[in-house]
């Protein structure tokens, strides 16, 4: 029971951060500090989170709480690394060509 808990946190915690890496991948930002940036963040994200549901999984009633709140977090970094993407592109293509 115990084996299988933890992979579901491992896998609950490691693919939506898998996902945005591969999301801000696909984005093509014209720096690539920023790949390595998000990659960065979602790496100490993972390990935080899976820190925190690990310690939690002990307590009856306590575990999946920091995955809920991981989710939004996640979505939030996704919607703003979305964004920054449309804004360089915006930038991009009206304020840099002219120059």
């Given at each position: 029971?115990?084996?299988?808990?933890?992979?579901?946190?491992?896998?609950?915690?490691?693919?939506?951060?898998?996902?945005?890496?591969?999301?801000?991948?696909?984005?093509?930002?014209?720096?690539?500090?920023?790949?390595?940036?998000?990659?960065a963040?979602?790496?100490?994200?993972?390990l935080?989170?899976l820190?925190?549901?690990?310690?939690?999984?002990?307590?009856?009633?306590?575990?999946?709480?920091?995955?809920?709140?991981?989710?939004?977090l996640q979505?939030?970094?996704?919607?703003?690394?979305?964004?920054?993407?449309?804004?360089?592109?915006?930038?991009?293509?009206?304020?840099?060509?002219?120059?």
């Open positions: 029971m115990a084996s299988s808990h933890n992979r579901d946190i491992f896998l609950a915690s490691f693919i939506p951060s898998l996902f945005i890496a591969g999301w801000t991948w696909l984005l093509h930002f014209p720096w690539d500090s920023v790949f390595y940036t998000v990659a963040i979602e790496f100490l994200i993972f935080i989170i820190g925190f549901e690990r310690q939690a999984s002990d307590v009856k009633g306590a575990s999946g709480w920091m995955l809920f709140f991981s989710i939004f979505f939030f970094i996704l919607v703003g690394i979305t964004v920054l993407r449309l804004i360089v592109l915006i930038a991009q293509l009206f304020f840099i060509g002219f120059l």
